[in-house]
């Protein structure tokens, strides 16, 4: 596997990820910016691989 990200990939980020914003994180993790963030992040991308996967799943 190579080490390099795709450019879709960084595309997709810049699009989808988000500033870290603490109104968007949990509250037990507002004092931990990195951990609120990347929860947030990741939750961001699972929404999006749900939609893409509903979309392909329509064209079935």
């Known amino acids: 596997m190579q080490n390099e990200i795709p450019f879709v990939v960084q595309n997709l980020y810049t699009d989808y990820v988000t500033e870290p914003n603490p109104q968007f994180w949990p509250e037990h993790l507002k004092h931990d910016p990195v951990q609120g963030?990347?929860?947030?992040?990741?939750y961001q991308g699972l929404r999006l691989g749900v939609q893409l996967t509903d979309a392909c799943l329509e064209k079935l």
Do not use: D, M, R, Y
């Not at 963030?37 to 990741?42: D, G, P, Q, R, T």
């Open 37 to 42: 963030h990347a929860l947030w992040a990741f």
